[in-house]
């Protein structure tokens, strides 16, 4: 179908602008030394992410099966979306709040100078993380709403990484507002 299809590649897009362009960005726009400060925060981003991400591949079958048979699907939400949570939820305090033992293990020295930014960079990426599931049930129920806003706020993401860039904070707290919006909207 056009609209599942297109609603697909929207939905790729939003997660492909707030995992990778964000980087790109940063690398224009900051020093050689910030833009590797950020490259380190969003690999420890990203590793929430996977770990959240582990059970969404299971959403469009199991929907699309409910809903082809013409039952109710939402117990697929009810159970994906509490265990995305508690993965996502592990990731946060694994990289976010004890982030100052465990990055310095993970990334050595080169860890110290980005401790400061994972508590609020973790945050917003288990945000994005559990959105996703939203956006992948909803989008497997046919109920595009949900992947044009995530969309929507990639562009938001981009702008206002393009406007606002003068620092790593700046772009850290700009990623968090944007991935806490994506679960609140």
Do not use: W
């Not at 910030?34 to 420890?44: D, M, N, P, Q, T």
């Not at 809903?67 to 939400?77: F, H, M, Q, T």
């Not at 694994?94 to 982030?99: E, K, L, S, V």
């Not at 850290?172 to 991935?179: C, D």
């Amino acid at each position: 179908p056009k609209k599942f299809f297109l609603g697909s590649i929207i939905s790729g897009l939003s997660s492909m602008t707030f995992l990778s362009l964000d980087v790109i960005l940063a690398k224009h726009f900051l020093t050689p030394e910030e833009a590797g400060k950020y490259a380190l925060i969003s690999l420890v981003g990203k590793m929430i992410y996977f770990l959240g991400s582990l059970l969404s591949q299971f959403i469009t079958p199991y929907v699309s099966r409910f809903e082809g048979a013409k039952k109710n699907s939402a117990g697929v939400l009810n159970i994906i979306l509490p265990l995305t949570g508690i993965l996502s939820f592990i990731g946060f305090v694994g990289t976010g709040i004890f982030g100052y033992v465990l990055i310095p293990i993970l990334f050595g020295d080169r860890a110290y100078p980005i401790l400061p930014y994972l508590v609020p960079f973790s945050y917003g990426l288990m945000c994005f993380t559990i959105s996703r599931v939203y956006v992948s049930y909803y989008l497997a129920k046919k109920v595009y709403t949900f992947p044009i806003i995530a969309f929507l706020l990639s562009v938001v993401l981009v702008f206002l990484l393009y406007r606002f860039n003068d620092s790593v904070y700046t772009i850290v707290m700009i990623m968090t507002i944007i991935g806490t919006a994506n679960l609140v909207f």
